[in-house]
């Protein structure tokens, strides 16, 4: 974790974390500072409102916000922030993650969360990338070289299929 965080990650329980590394993972990729926490929109209120209201203040840049169930967290962060929030859909045991899906997608007009897949956090971490990368060169060169590897990899495996 880094000194001067430019994205928070945050989910709604320690249990959200094995989804969650994965934007951990994309964010330390590309050399973007982050933190990560545990913040509950229903266990510890406050603490979610806190966060929120302080994020813009202590330099942050991008939320990214993970939860599962009755995932009220990315919504709720969206709306004590001016930051983007950028929500990932936790699976749970029941219902294959279409709770936390319908829970954090459907948003009232004027409080936007881009919402990625249930367990997309490795696209959370991404979409900060590039969210970052709009006003910085060297993150929108990265970026550049990180698709053309994607580019690379799958007309690689089309050669391979065709040997
Ligand atoms: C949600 O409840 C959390 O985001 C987590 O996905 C789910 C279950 O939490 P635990 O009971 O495992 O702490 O708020």
Known sequence: MADDPMVGVIMGSDSDWPVMEAAARALAEFGVPYEVGVVSAHRTPQRMLDYAREAAGRGLRVIIAGAGGAAHLPGMVASATVLPVIGVPVPLKHLDGMDSL????????????????????????LLAVRMLAAGDQVLQQKMAAFQADLERMVLDKDAALRE
């Open 102 to 125: 319908l829970s954090i997608v459907q948003m009232p007009a004027g409080v936007p969360v881009a919402t990625v897949s249930v367990g997309g956090a490795r696209n959370a971490g």
